[in-house]
């Protein structure tokens, strides 16, 4: 039973340039979240998806983006990088039923990206 | 606003002692609490939700408590060993929003 993938595993991007992340959740998972980890801090929230619409979303700027396809992949888009984007970037996937509070999320290894 | 503090940030200590994490919220009114365990470089792995209705969830040597109306939690591991040393996070989920606010984690080394 495949867990969450994530890919790249490691980016290396100027700034100006975009970047686009992917992930695979959980076999038998429909929702994903994305979080962005920086050094020596805890995730923060970026946005989850399900039903292929954004559904919740944290304190980013519209530079963040994402989409979710039909086999319920997602992918996450980054414009205009900024050197304060380097970080950690976990997808979680979960399975969407009874209260989203209590959703247990399983997490990918994440993709480092680096900016320079 | 959900603030969540971990104290210690980092703790090294000999194999085999009992230690507790420490992590604190700012607003009582959470959905639940989860600790988690962070490896380097890797993603984040699920040890312990506990809901707002409970006091404690335990897992094998792993042990945690909730105390909402303090705004605190302590996970607690028994019998410390080297595979333990990671990094421990906690996670909050607030009342009228699922998601989660995460502290910056208590970085465990366990030595031999």
């Known amino acids: 039973d495949a867990g969450v993938t994530q890919s790249p595993t490691h980016l290396i991007k100027t700034r100006g340039q975009q970047v686009t992340l992917r992930c695979s959740p959980k076999?038998?998972?429909?929702?994903v979240s994305w979080y962005q980890q920086a050094l020596g801090q805890g995730p923060q929230f970026i946005f989850q998806y399900y039903e292929e619409e954004e559904r919740q979303r944290g304190n980013f700027p519209d530079r963040f983006s994402g989409h979710q396809f039909p086999n319920y992949s997602s992918e996450l888009n980054v414009n205009a990088l900024l050197l304060g984007d380097s970080a950690l970037y976990l997808c979680?996937?979960?399975?969407?039923?009874?209260?989203?509070?209590?959703?247990?999320?399983?997490f990918g290894d994440g993709t480092r990206l680096s900016i320079l | 606003k959900q603030e969540v503090t971990q104290i210690p940030a980092a703790l090294s200590v000999p194999e085999g002692e009992n230690l507790v994490l420490n992590c604190s919220f700012t607003?009582?009114?959470?959905?639940?609490l989860q600790w988690f365990r962070q490896d380097p470089g890797k993603g984040l792995t699920s040890l312990l939700l506990i809901q707002s209705s409970q006091r404690e969830q335990t897992s094998g040597r792993l042990n945690a408590s909730l105390d909402k109306s303090s705004g605190r939690s302590t996970l607690y591991i028994a019998a410390s060993q080297p595979g333990d040393s990671a990094t421990y996070l906690c996670a909050v989920r607030s009342g009228g929003s699922y998601i989660p606010t995460f502290g910056r984690g208590t970085s465990l080394i366990v030595h031999p």
């Open positions: 607003d009582s009114a959470i959905y639940n």
């Open positions: 979680a996937s979960s399975l969407r039923t009874g209260s989203l509070a209590n959703q247990p999320q399983h």
């Open positions: 076999s038998g998972h429909d929702t």
